[in-house]
């Protein structure tokens, strides 16, 4: 794949504006938080082989991720499984994403953020991307940090709570994970409000009646 062109940037660079790309992961699994990273590239240090973070493999993301955090602004936010249950996972998400924005080290002038809606109350003016992770660097490097972060605190987790396969699925609803669900019990670290993980705990209430 050819490297991204940074269409949606350029016009803010040229302009000396700063410009963050915003991506999120873990809205889909069924155990830990959801993350959002914030990333601001710098226009004479854009790490080559910039892509969507699905289509890298763990070796080669993990490789990008430590050269965008040495030549870029960082900024990593989550929502915990606490907040998610709260106030479900579409907030949770515009929470993590505002979170990311305000650790990174500069405000910045703009925002680039991946899909087709606009979180609320965010610090600057922002453009919504479909598809944002595969057309913008910016938006490709933050999922990018963002995948990695997450898939080491589910690594980390699955050391407390063998069992769940969580080192490999990093939460997501495999049949491993489903299986141990059902055999091992629901954790502190799963989504009470998620289907699966609200079924067992509803079958377990009325069976120990």
């Known amino acids: 794949m050819?490297?991204?062109?940074?269409?949606y940037e350029a016009r803010h660079w040229d302009a000396g504006?700063?410009?963050?790309?915003?991506?999120e992961v873990g809205r889909g699994p069924l155990a830990g938080p959801v993350v959002a990273c914030a990333v601001v590239l710098n226009p004479d240090a854009v790490p080559e082989g910039l892509q969507d973070s699905k289509t890298l493999s763990a070796k080669r993301r993990e490789a990008l991720n430590e050269l965008i955090r040495a030549n870029a602004q960082v900024g990593i936010g989550q929502a915990s499984v606490e907040e998610i249950d709260e106030v479900?996972?579409?907030q949770a998400t515009y929470l993590a994403m505002r979170r990311a924005v305000a650790e990174l080290p500069l405000a910045p002038d703009h925002l680039l953020i991946d899909g087709n809606r606009m979180p609320p109350d965010l610090p600057c003016a922002a453009t919504?991307?479909?598809?944002?992770?595969?057309?913008?660097?910016?938006?490709?490097?933050?999922s990018i940090v963002?995948?990695?972060w997450r898939d080491c605190v589910m690594k980390k987790l699955a050391q407390q709570f063998p069992g769940y396969g969580w080192e490999t699925n990093v939460g997501y609803p495999s049949k491993?994970?489903?299986s141990a669900l059902r055999n091992l019990?629901?954790?502190?670290?799963?989504?009470?409000?998620?289907?699966?993980?609200?079924?067992?705990?509803?079958?377990?209430?009325?069976?120990?009646?």
Do not use: M, W
Not at 17 to 23: K, P
Not at 190 to 206: A, D, G, T
């Open 2 to 7: 050819g490297a991204l062109i940074p269409v």
């Open 17 to 23: 504006h700063l410009v963050a790309g915003v991506d």
């Open 176 to 178: 491993c994970h489903k």
């Open 88 to 90: 479900n996972i579409l």
């Open 146 to 148: 963002a995948k990695t």
């Open 128 to 142: 919504t991307i479909i598809r944002g992770d595969a057309v913008s660097p910016s938006i490709a490097a933050a």
């Open 185 to 209: 019990g629901v954790t502190p670290h799963h989504r009470r409000s998620f289907k699966p993980v609200h079924n067992i705990l509803y079958q377990e209430k009325f069976s120990t009646r």
